[in-house]
């Protein structure tokens, strides 16, 4: 399969933001909410010094947010909108070290997802789009970027 830079560039936009969401809903769906509970991770909220309403809005973000990346809708702003969520997760598992396979998980994870947020931020949706955030007047990634479209 030849693939030119615009294909390559959209199907490389379409691997960050489906991978990106998965993840997030992996740690929404199953994680706080199977595992954890969500009442459990409003206590842990509360046991670092946060409100433990926030554990709601958290997963409400993340489960939200990788559904619309999946679908490729919205993307920019669902992604800047993950960051301070993910930025949260990495001061959260800050004590525990730089390694997420440390006891309680460290950072390194985390921070690796707020940058892969930033990256989606910054190059968009990109072609490959299940839910489009409008009507796009060329099809690629190029014409996504030049229009700020995503």
Do not use: C
């Amino acid at each position: 399969m030849n693939l030119n830079p615009t294909t390559g560039l959209d199907f490389g936009a379409l691997l960050l933001r489906v991978s990106l969401g998965i993840v997030l809903i992996a740690h929404s769906l199953y994680l706080k909410l199977m595992v954890f509970t969500l009442g459990g991770t409003a206590q842990f909220f509360v046991s670092i010094g946060l409100p433990g309403w926030l554990a709601y809005v958290v997963f409400l973000m993340e489960a939200v947010g990788g559904i619309l990346l999946i679908l490729g809708y919205q993307v920019r702003a669902v992604a800047v909108a993950l960051i301070p969520i993910l930025l949260g997760a990495t001061w959260a598992h800050w004590p525990n070290g730089w390694l997420f396979t440390a006891e309680n998980g460290g950072w390194e994870y985390p921070l690796f997802l707020t940058v892969i947020s930033g990256a989606v931020a910054l190059i968009g949706a990109g072609a490959y789009v299940a839910l489009p955030a409008e009507k796009r007047a060329g099809h690629g990634f190029s014409s996504n970027v030049s229009r700020g479209a995503g």
